[in-house]
């Protein structure tokens, strides 16, 4: 690193190199496991806490593609395909299978003599530890060092040669984790077969730090899905032990690929839709719920003389269903209402959807989510119409606010930051969507900022050809927080108290909502530059790497903007906007506009420089654990810090 001065009144002053050492030792196999839980996506896992409680198969559903899932594993003996992938749509219970053929293949492990389950990795789109392929290979050597005990001195031997392994490709980690420690084993022919479980390819966004700050470096999500399953196929083709089932939605890119003369003739292709009686296996569901509801009702007889909701009522909704789990499940949750009475709801249900459904005889992908659809507005219309409006803010809101990992947030604690944001009063959140228990989750577990059943739910919300009327804006979404963001920290200063979760949360958020905003038109953009202008930058800057944890990207949000007002701003030929660049938005700038504008990169620049002077004073710096301002601003990668020379 070059001499850098941030300090030009200073004597005798500055930073010249930057050394980061972070060697690791590994001295026994109980040093190799933890060295990879550490490093592993434990979150991934089938048996996580972090996914409790799981999807599962309700009893007695799901038979028919759970048999062909084991029939084709073969448990000692490795299948002619090696790979299988089972696709659906979304709605379809891909998770809720993964999970409970994990599980059932698990519980025969004493009759076995082994685990069938060497290892399983469950993307999920808004968890930075399972919605991106930089753990993937360690996750699965952890668990495959674990199942199979054999091979964890091999790969304990590899870390130990080369500690720098988690800093190469998932390309070199496949091979030096998994591959070579399964070569080094004797007998490798008569080891019994065991089967890796991924679900969720579709998934896997690469929503990493490094390649979503760097977007000309970024792999876009039909990439880097298609560079997983690469992976798993080279696993496949040097003839380990090992099988593979895959989950997704049939994406077309990730279809085009099973297709394909590589893939083709080592993959068995399970469509969900087609295997098995759905609506039989969505009947028995409704039986058991609906059986359940009515234990807590007053006897009232049905016309038919059963008990609610009778024959004729469930044949009617069976009907609706069309096969669709995720439509009973999501009926299931709008008629247990505590605050309503389940016969009137589904009475409601049932009226209005007898004129929208179809026959059921011609079931196809292509039309299949018209019904659930219909019964998203349904339950939306379920809102009195005075508080639509604060309704449709509230989801629009909840939508945009997971942009980055929201760790142990549940929804509860989402809609009172989102209240004090906007200065309504306590509750307000909360009462506006009270009537959509079935689409959101409303438990006080934590669920990592997901806060909907199920993601055709904000899906739908975003398809104005579905939402109609209940369309959300994403963009405006995230343009309305990042305001409220900066009006938040607008007084924030070295000494204020930030304990309150809605400053925390602004303060950690603001340069990532700044980076992806975009302002409707020049006069929006002008009232974005002044409240930057208005900010103490210095204290915010200071104040949110107070408050970084785990699970946000406060410090690599902060060095992206920094480079992107400041250091292209210096060595840029030509006055393009860098701000308005930014924020992805090309605006004719007046003439008063364009100078808040250069006014604001050097108001960037100076406030970097005085937080890193005020970061770099001995008893503040000595408690910095995780974060290297320089480093940071200079764009290098996050690591504990062990040594700092100047």
């Not at 065991?194 to 700050?213: K, M, P, V, Y």
Request: aromatic share 8%.
């Amino acid at each position: 690193m070059s001499s850098v001065s941030y300090f030009p009144n200073s004597k005798k002053f500055s930073v010249n190199t930057l050394s980061i050492s972070n060697n690791t030792f590994i001295a026994s196999d109980p040093d190799v496991l933890q060295y990879l839980r550490q490093h592993a996506a434990c979150g991934a896992m089938h048996d996580s806490d972090e996914r409790y409680p799981p999807p599962k198969c309700h009893p007695g559903t799901r038979q028919a593609v759970r048999d062909r899932i084991t029939g084709w594993y073969g448990f000692k003996t490795r299948p002619e395909k090696g790979i299988m992938w089972v696709h659906g749509p979304a709605g379809y219970g891909k998770s809720a299978v993964a999970q409970t053929v994990s599980d059932d293949l698990e519980a025969q492990q004493q009759e076995l003599e082994f685990n069938p389950v060497g290892a399983t990795f469950f993307f999920w789109r808004t968890s930075p530890e399972r919605n991106s392929p930089a753990r993937f290979v360690i996750t699965l050597a952890y668990q495959l060092a674990i199942s199979i005990p054999e091979l964890l001195p091999h790969i304990g031997h590899a870390i130990t040669h080369n500690p720098m392994i988690l800093k190469k490709s998932l390309e070199v980690q496949l091979a030096r984790l998994i591959v070579k420690p399964f070569r080094a084993l004797d007998n490798l022919d008569e080891m019994p077969n065991r089967l890796i479980i991924i679900d969720g390819l579709d998934e896997c966004i690469n929503s990493d730090q490094e390649s979503r700050l760097e977007k000309k470096y970024a792999e876009d999500q039909e990439r880097v899905q298609i560079r997983v399953l690469d992976l798993i196929h080279t696993l496949q083709s040097h003839k380990l032990p090992l099988s593979f089932l895959i989950f997704s939605r049939p994406e077309v890119w990730i279809k085009q690929h099973m297709d394909s003369r590589v893939f083709k003739p080592v993959t068995e292709v399970v469509d969900l839709y087609k295997i098995g009686d759905n609506l039989h296996d969505v009947e028995v569901y409704l039986k058991a719920e609906l059986s359940r509801i009515a234990a807590n009702l007053p006897l009232e007889p049905e016309e038919d003389g059963s008990e609610w909701p009778g024959q004729s009522m469930l044949q009617r909704l069976l009907r609706q269903t069309r096969g669709h789990m995720v439509y009973a499940s999501t009926v299931i949750r709008h008629i247990d209402d505590p605050y309503d009475d389940p016969r009137r709801q589904l009475e409601g249900i049932l009226e209005f959807g007898d004129d929208c459904v179809a026959s059921t005889s011609n079931l196809v992908h292509s039309s299949s989510f018209s019904a659930l659809h219909e019964l998203y507005r349904q339950i939306l219309r379920s809102c009195p119409e005075v508080h639509r409006p604060l309704m449709l803010e509230i989801l629009e809101g909840l939508i945009a606010l997971p942009i980055f990992p929201l760790g142990s947030f549940t929804i509860s604690t989402a809609l009172t930051v989102l209240d004090r944001l906007r200065g309504r009063a306590p509750g307000q959140g909360m009462k506006a969507i009270r009537n959509l228990r079935a689409v959101t989750i409303m438990d006080s577990v934590s669920y990592e900022g997901q806060f909907f059943v199920h993601s055709s739910f904000p899906e739908f919300l975003r398809n104005p050809e579905a939402a109609l009327e209940f369309t959300i804006d994403l963009q405006r979404g995230r343009q309305r927080l990042f305001l409220h963001f900066l009006s938040c920290i607008s007084s924030i200063d070295l000494s204020t108290d930030v304990d309150e979760e809605h400053i925390r949360v602004a303060l950690r958020s603001w340069p990532e909502y700044w980076r992806v905003s975009s302002p409707l038109d020049a006069a929006e953009y002008a009232t974005q530059l002044k409240l930057l202008l208005g900010l103490n930058l210095k204290a915010c800057i200071v104040q949110g790497l107070k408050v970084e944890d785990q699970y946000s990207s406060f410090s690599s949000n902060l060095s992206y903007a920094y480079r992107k007002t400041v250091v292209e701003k210096i060595q840029s030929a030509n006055n393009e906007p860098i701000i308005g660049r930014l924020c992805d938005v090309a605006l004719e700038l007046d003439q008063h506009t364009a100078a808040l504008e250069e006014e604001c990169a050097s108001f960037m620049n100076s406030s970097f420089e005085q937080a890193l002077a005020h970061l770099l004073q001995p008893a503040i710096f000595q408690g910095l654990t995780s974060f290297s301002p320089a480093q940071e601003l200079s764009g290098g990668a996050r690591a504990p810090i062990k040594s700092f020379r100047l």
